[in-house]
């Protein structure tokens, strides 16, 4: 029998996450681990689901609660978030923020810049019920800024 050649496609990066949101969003309430492991794509070890989710819960895109020796898992944002969450660490680990930022802009296409106009013009106003990350975004608790105490505590 001949070897097979077919090579297995490399998943991008954050697309297991990408998927494991989906499917929490299609759960009705809160899913093990093994529930979420049936309905994705593909053939998954439960260790991989487990630390996937893991990795989500550090993030703050998912809450967990105990059930008996296990958690069940509930999705806290969709896949737009956690995508802002990754752009607002790798911004925070760059030096020169000012400068990523315009390399940024100045990359976008003109509908994309109007796109960001628009939004930073909505969030700027007093009566954006969203606040700096909109609905359904990611805070991440360790910024200061995203406390809602005004002080930052």
Avoid: C
């Amino acid at each position: 029998m001949a070897a097979d050649t077919r090579r297995l496609r490399r998943r991008g990066q954050g697309e297991l996450e990408a998927q494991v949101l989906a499917v929490l969003h299609s759960a009705n309430g809160p899913a093990t681990a093994g529930w979420v492991q049936e309905h994705l794509d593909g053939d998954l070890a439960y260790t991989t689901v487990i630390t996937i989710l893991s990795r989500l819960y550090a993030k703050n895109a998912v809450t967990r609660s105990r059930e008996g020796r296990s958690y069940t898992w509930t999705s806290a944002s969709d896949e737009a978030g956690l995508a802002a969450l990754r752009m607002r660490r790798v911004l925070d680990g760059e030096r020169d923020r000012d400068a990523v930022l315009a390399h940024f802009i100045s990359a976008l296409s003109p509908g994309d810049e109007e796109r960001l106009r628009a939004l930073l013009a909505r969030a700027a106003a007093p009566d954006d019920p969203g606040g700096p990350t909109g609905p359904g975004g990611l805070r991440d608790p360790s910024d200061p800024g995203n406390s809602p105490d005004p002080e930052g505590r």
